[in-house]
């Protein structure tokens, strides 16, 4: 029987190719997709739609108070997503697009249902290669979260190991790109705007765009989603 994992999925590119590694690697994947007020949030319905084609063990979706979440250009209405950068910015700093301590929340919501399973199993897609340069998704803060597991839960006091698997921490989005095609994920269905349509299309110039487009045209693939447009 295959051990239990969860997975957390936000809709994107990397969510989706990390839940289809831990399907491949043996686990059952239950994918976690939390609705936070992000003005993307049809990635919450591409979510629901990747882990139905991807075969995830179950699919939960969780609702937190944006308004706890207040302090980025993800979720202020007010607040402008950047756009039109150029590549050697993106990740020269922390950019607007940043969401208070919001791995932070992610993970932990994603620790409460894994222990709930009997799970020590955290699957993240945080990349520190092509990314936006948030602290959350580096790999202190990943070891730092594993330590916290296991002093804050039943199950790590007497003696669970938690380990937060990050597959494609030192992936760029190229080689990203192309372990999704061999994985057989629905590349169409994912979203990595910032900014999106309401009816997902992707708008073409935040950072998440820019760096989406590069990996395709590392890897040399075409992308399915701009089909949609």
């Known amino acids: 029987m295959a051990a239990p994992a969860v997975v957390l999925l936000s809709g994107g590119l990397d969510s989706a190719t990390t839940l289809a590694l831990a399907l491949e690697g043996g686990f059952a994947g239950h994918a976690l997709t939390v609705r936070y007020g992000q003005r993307h949030a049809v990635e919450v319905e591409r979510a629901a739609r990747i882990a139905s084609a991807l075969g995830a063990a179950s699919h939960r979706i969780i609702?937190?108070?944006?308004?706890?979440?207040?302090?980025?250009?993800?979720?202020?209405?007010?607040?402008?997503?950047?756009?039109?950068?150029?590549?050697?910015?993106?990740?020269?700093?922390?950019?607007?697009?940043?969401?208070?301590?919001?791995?932070?929340?992610?993970?932990?919501?994603?620790?409460?249902?894994?222990?709930?399973?009997?799970?020590?199993?955290?699957?993240?897609?945080?990349?520190?290669?092509?990314?936006?340069?948030?602290?959350?998704?580096?790999?202190?803060?990943?070891?730092?979260?594993?330590?916290l597991a296991a002093c804050a839960t039943r199950a790590g006091v007497e003696g669970a190991r938690f380990r937060v698997h990050a597959p494609l921490l030192r992936s760029t989005k190229g080689e990203i790109v192309r372990e999704a095609v061999r994985l057989g994920v629905a590349l169409e269905l994912t979203l990595s705007c910032y900014d999106p349509a309401p009816d997902g299309r992707p708008c073409g110039a935040c950072d998440a765009c820019v760096l989406r487009a590069r990996g395709f045209r590392d890897a040399g693939i075409s992308d399915p989603a701009l089909d949609r447009r």
């Open 63 to 147: 609702d937190l108070d944006p308004r706890s979440l207040a302090g980025s250009a993800l979720t202020d209405a007010g607040a402008e997503v950047p756009k039109h950068r150029d590549e050697a910015a993106i990740g020269a700093g922390i950019p607007a697009t940043y969401v208070p301590a919001r791995n932070t929340l992610l993970l932990t919501l994603a620790l409460a249902w894994a222990e709930g399973l009997g799970s020590s199993d955290l699957f993240i897609g945080v990349n520190a290669v092509d990314y936006s340069g948030y602290p959350d998704c580096r790999p202190e803060f990943l070891r730092a979260f594993e330590a």
